[in-house]
C-alpha cells in the first residue's frame, strides 16, 4: 500500500528588518511594512503564501522620535546573532549627524551583510551604509541635495545622483524620501516576482520603472564661500543669463584675470562659469515650464538659447525629460 503523498513545505517567507533610527522620515518605516503586507495580501489572492515577513526593528528597546515628533516603536529588538534576510534603513530629515554617529548601527549592518543578508537604504539612510563601509567602489545613490556632503564624506563611493534607484546585487541605495516605493516594488520583483510586483504597484497606484531623480533637483547658488570676487562674478552672470555669456566680462567685473576666475570660480561653486551659467538656465526654464503655458521655442529665447534644438537637448541631458514630459509631469497651471 503506497502512502500518501505528503505536501511540499511552504517556503520560509523572506524576514525584513525595517530599522528605525532617531529622525527618521515615519512613512520610510512603515511604508516599507504596508508594501510588503501588500504583496502578501496579492501573492494570497492569487492563491499563494506569503513571501514576505516584515518588521520595525531596533538595537535597543524603546520608541525613536521621528523628524515631525511622532513616536516610532520598534516590533522586536535584534538579538544576538539573529540574522535578517534584508535590512532596509529609512529615509532621515534634519538629523545627519545623527545618522553618521550611529556607529553601533553601522556596526550591526556591515554583520548582517557578512552573514548574508541583503541591505538597502533610503535618501541619508545610504550615508549609514556608507559608514558601515558596504558602499566602498560601488555605485549608489542619495537625495539629490545630500550628494554633494555624500562626496566629501565618502570619495571611494560612485555616486549617481540623478538616479532614483542603484541596485549592486547585495546593496540597494534608494534617492529621495517617497523613493521607498520604487525601491520596495523593485525589492517585491526581486526576491518574489515581477509579476506580483506589477500587480502590487496597480493595487497602490504606484507608477513602476521610474528611474531618474534629476527631475526633481533644484539648483540653488552657493553663495556661502566666503569669496567676494566671485560673489560680483555670480552677480554679474545671473543678471545677463538671457544674454551672450563672455568670460572676461565676468572676470572685469569681479577684478581678476580670466584664468583666476576660472580657478576660483571652480573652488567657491563646484562649477566653472559656463556649467553655472547652464544650470541656472535650465532652472528658470524648469520654473517657467511650471507656471507659465509660454511654448517652449519661447522659454528657450527668454533664458538665453538662440537654438530650441540644443535647448531641448540640453534640457533633457541636465533632467532626464524633454521640456513638453517636464511640463506635463510638474505643471502648475
Known amino acids: 500500500m503506497s502512502e500518501t503523498p505528503r505536501p511540499a513545505p511552504s ?13 527618521c522620515v515615519a512613512s520610510s518605516v512603515a ?32 520608541a525613536v ?11 522586536q529588538v535584534a538579538r544576538p546573532g539573529e540574522r535578517f534576510d534584508l535590512v532596509l534603513v529609512p529615509a532621515v530629515f534634519d538629523n545627519l549627524a545623527g545618522v553618521v554617529g550611529e556607529r553601533e548601527a553601522a556596526a550591526w549592518l556591515a554583520a548582517q551583510h557578512a552573514a548574508g543578508a541583503r541591505v538597502a ?17 560601488r555605485e549608489a545613490t542619495t537625495h539629490w541635495a545630500l ?7 565618502y570619495p571611494r ?8 534607484l542603484v541596485d549592486t546585487g547585495d546593496v540597494l541605495t534608494a534617492g529621495g524620501v517617497t523613493a521607498y516605493l520604487d525601491l520596495c516594488l523593485h525589492l517585491v520583483a526581486r526576491l518574489a516576482s515581477p509579476e506580483l510586483a ?41 543678471a545677463h543669463l538671457a544674454g551672450p555669456i563672455r568670460i572676461a566680462d565676468a572676470a572685469k567685473t569681479a577684478s581678476l584675470g580670466e584664468r583666476t576666475l576660472l580657478r576660483r570660480f571652480r573652488k567657491a561653486t563646484g562649477d566653472t562659469p559656463l556649467d553655472y551659467v547652464q544650470r541656472l538656465r535650465i532652472e528658470s526654464a524648469k520654473r517657467l515650464l511650471e ?29 532626464g525629460l524633454t521640456p513638453d514630459g517636464y511640463r506635463r509631469r510638474f505643471t502648475a497651471v
Open 198 to 238: 506589477a500587480l502590487c504597484a496597480k493595487v497602490l497606484l504606484v507608477e513602476p520603472g521610474r528611474r531618474f531623480q534629476a527631475p526633481f533637483a533644484l539648483h540653488t547658488a552657493p553663495r556661502g564661500h566666503g569669496d567676494a570676487a566671485i560673489l560680483k562674478a555670480q552677480d554679474w552672470l545671473e
Open 65 to 75: 522620535r521621528s523628524f515631525h515628533g511622532l513616536p516610532v516603536a520598534p516590533q
Open 11 to 23: 517556503p520560509q517567507p523572506i524576514r525584513i528588518a525595517v530599522l528605525a533610527l532617531e529622525g
Open 31 to 62: 511604508g516599507p511594512l504596508d508594501v510588503f503586507a501588500a504583496a502578501n495580501r496579492v501573492s494570497r489572492d492569487l492563491g499563494q503564501g506569503e513571501p514576505f515577513a516584515a518588521r520595525i526593528v531596533r538595537l535597543e528597546p524603546g
Open 147 to 153: 550628494a554633494g556632503e555624500f562626496s566629501r564624506r
Open 291 to 319: 507656471t507659465t503655458p509660454r511654448t517652449v521655442d519661447d522659454i528657450a529665447a527668454v533664458v538665453g538659447y538662440a537654438d530650441p534644438t540644443s535647448f531641448r537637448r540640453l534640457f533633457k541631458a541636465r533632467t
Open 121 to 137: 537604504g533610503v535618501c541619508a539612510g545610504a550615508f549609514l551604509l556608507a559608514e558601515a563601509g558596504l558602499l566602498d567602489e
Open 157 to 164: 563611493v560612485a555616486l549617481k545622483p540623478e538616479l532614483l
